[in-house]
């Protein structure tokens, strides 16, 4: 299923870029990244857009809702992914923009999850499943304040929160236009005949009429089924 490639470049480039953030030593393949220091920020387009090198131990905007609260969103993390998964087979057939969204999220979640999983481990400051998440794009945006917090700047993100946000928003709005779609493909009975009866006469329309010409078509022929039916009573009428 070529739509998980999607999934699988939003994992690549999302661990790439944290690494290279966060920095790696591999002796033995000779790999040594030595990474920002930790509340290090970078200027890339002025103080609009920065390199920041933070973590976050909790959830979405930093809200950290204590150490329990780690193991769940991980647990969590994992059967969502699943879920998407099977969700993704499930609906090959639908259109390509719909689980492209889901194959975003699903990117996305599997991105942070590696971060809960293993991270901790891999650099020696926490237990399986208790890592943090490594955040780094820090962008200036208008204030705005979510439970009960002011924020004067988005909350600092990767590219695994990109790509769930990218997918939500691409999902509100195409699902909304596709469902449309169906129901337009329903009442006009595309991919089956529409046959409607009138006066004990069957017509066929094509699936792809729409209600209109069928209405359209069904009021002509009412109309020339009275026509023939005055002409009838009138010559009854002369024969009397």
């Known amino acids: 299923m070529r739509i998980i490639y999607i999934s699988v470049f939003v994992v690549i480039i999302d661990q790439i870029t ?8 591999i002796p033995f393949l000779n790999v040594n990244i ?23 131990p909790g ?19 994992i059967i969502a992914s699943i879920a998407i998964i099977y969700y993704l087979f499930k609906m090959k057939d639908e259109r390509f923009i719909l689980r492209a969204s889901l194959a975003l999220i699903l990117g996305g979640a599997i991105g942070n999850l590696i971060d809960r999983v293993f991270y901790g481990v891999i650099y020696g400051y926490s237990k399986l499943f208790y890592g943090s998440v490594v955040d780094f ?36 709005i195409f699902h909304r236009s596709i469902e449309g779609r169906k ?13 409607a009866v009138v006066n004990g006469e069957n017509c066929d329309y094509s699936g792809n ?7 359209l078509e069904l009021n002509e ?15 009854k009428e002369t024969e009397v």
């Open 221 to 235: 022929k009412n109309e020339y089924i009275t026509a023939e039916n005055g002409k009838d009573n009138k010559r």
């Open 137 to 172: 794009f820090n962008v200036d945006f208008f204030d705005f304040t979510i439970f009960s917090r002011t924020y004067e700047r988005w909350p600092i993100f990767n590219v695994a929160d990109a790509a769930v946000t990218m997918g939500v928003v691409l999902l509100l």
């Open 59 to 77: 959830m979405a905007f930093g809200i950290d809702l204590g150490e329990s609260s780690k193991l769940f969103l991980s647990l969590f993390s």
């Open 209 to 215: 009429n729409t209600i209109d010409q069928i209405d």
């Open 34 to 56: 030595e990474g920002m220091k930790y509340g290090q920020s970078t200027d890339v387009f002025g103080s609009f857009f920065c390199l920041t090198y933070v973590e976050n």
């Open 18 to 25: 944290k690494l290279l953030v966060k920095g790696i030593s």
């Open 183 to 195: 129901d337009i493909e329903t009442v006009n009975g595309t991919g089956a005949d529409t046959v």
